[in-house]
């Protein structure tokens, strides 16, 4: 089983609008889905923090690569923190998944700053 985790700021956004579009694709780019919330940062900015596990079983990256973009468009989001693995300390490996719109500076994964 193939398991991913994705950062999504909620300060524009309501968790009933990501279920809505998590909800629209599943099973075409992941099996299922399981949401928590947290305090996050962004830019230095607090803010209400979606933590979205996928199971992708039997799905591959660029499905979920997919996914993160559409839910950037839907969602109005910059970026989504998105956590590939987990290494043998415990540390997030993974990408920043930009907007195709976003002209601004794109930064690095940070596991510092990702949310479990």
């Not at 956004?13 to 947290?38: H, P």
């Not at 940062?41 to 990256?61: C, M, P, R, S």
């Amino acid at each position: 089983m193939k398991n991913y985790k994705l950062n999504i700021g909620l300060n524009n956004n309501s968790i009933s609008k990501l279920v809505e579009n998590l909800n629209n694709y599943r099973y075409y780019f992941f099996n299922d889905y399981n949401i928590k919330t947290a305090i996050g940062e962004y830019n230095g900015v607090k803010e209400l923090t979606a933590i979205v596990d996928i199971d992708a079983q039997n799905h591959n990256f660029e499905k979920i690569q997919k996914l993160c973009k559409m839910l950037c468009k839907n969602l109005d989001q910059e970026c989504i923190a998105t956590s590939l693995y987990t290494d043998i300390h415990g540390q997030n490996n993974g990408i920043l998944i930009y907007n195709d719109n976003y002209k601004g500076e794109k930064y690095t994964f940070n596991s510092q700053y990702f949310l479990n």
